[in-house]
T-cell receptor, first 117, second 113 residues
Framework: DARVTQTPRHKVTEMGQEVTMRCQPI?????VFWYRQTMMQGLELLAY????????DSGMPKDRFSAEMPDATLATLKIQPSEPRDSAVYFC???????????????FGDGTRLSIL | KQEVTQIPAALSVPEGENLVLNCSFT??????LQWFRQDPGKGLTSLLL?????REQTSGRLNASLDKSSGRSTLYIAASQPGDSATYLC????????????FGKGTKLTVNP
């Protein structure tokens, strides 16, 4: 089965350090999503891309977070500088979306568990 | 702003019992509703997707229903098994909300042998 792959699976670092999380979407999927999951807020959408172009990053703190898709096989989410409140599980998901059709399920990776000390 | 609520937050049942998980949403103008399963330390697995024009979807022992007008969905699990133990999340895509999934906080299900 095709899968969304995320690295690293776990990351512990000190406040102020740069954190980079990577995602390999399923081959052929044209849409990539970044979510954050915390106990308090649940799952929240941070940003998403269609055909590598950013469509919406309104859920992301702009001053410290950045998301990119250097190519169709790689999406990255960076935090600089990191803060303890960024501790969460970050999920990447990919899907195949055609204009006017939003009825395909998203496929999720296993997440990056981030702890900022 | 779309809000999704799942009640109860946790549920514990004996093996073999049929059970229902509930999901409600505030804005009935949705494209679809999805049910996901999340195992500890894992990502989400899509279980069922119901389009706004549909009333229900079935997969094996799972049946999901949708009442869009009342903003409600249920996930019915028949003859529950210990392997069904997981957190079940409901999510909707709202019309005009592009492809954004809005999630509930989930129901943690424990099926006891």
């Amino acid at each position: 089965d095709a899968r969304v792959t995320q690295t690293p699976r776990h990351k512990v670092t000190e406040m102020g350090q740069e954190v980079t999380m990577r995602c390999q979407p399923i081959l052929g999927h044209n849409t990539v999503f970044w979510y954050r999951q915390t106990m308090m807020q649940g799952l929240e959408l941070l940003a998403y891309f269609r055909n590598r172009a950013p469509l919406d990053d309104s859920g992301m703190p702009k001053d410290r977070f950045s998301a990119e898709m250097p190519d169709a096989t790689l999406a990255t989410l960076k935090i600089q500088p990191s803060e303890p409140r960024d501790s969460a599980v970050y999920f990447c998901a990919s899907g195949l979306v055609y204009s006017g059709t939003v009825n395909q399920p998203q496929h999720f990776g296993d997440g990056t568990r981030l702890s900022i000390l | 702003k779309q809000e999704v609520t799942q009640i109860p937050a946790a549920l514990s049942v004996p093996e073999g019992e049929n059970l229902v998980l509930n999901c409600s949403f505030t804005d009935s103008a949705i494209y679809n509703l999805q049910w996901f399963r999340q195992d500890p330390g894992k990502g989400l697995t899509s279980l069922l997707l119901i389009q706004s024009s549909q009333r229900e979807q079935t997969s094996g022992r799972l049946n999901a229903s949708l009442d869009k007008s009342s903003g409600r969905s249920t996930l019915y699990i028949a003859a529950s098994q210990p392997g069904d133990s997981a957190t079940y999340l409901c999510a909707v895509i709202t019309q005009g909300g592009s492809e954004k999934l809005v999630f509930g906080k989930g129901t943690k299900l424990t099926v006891n042998p």
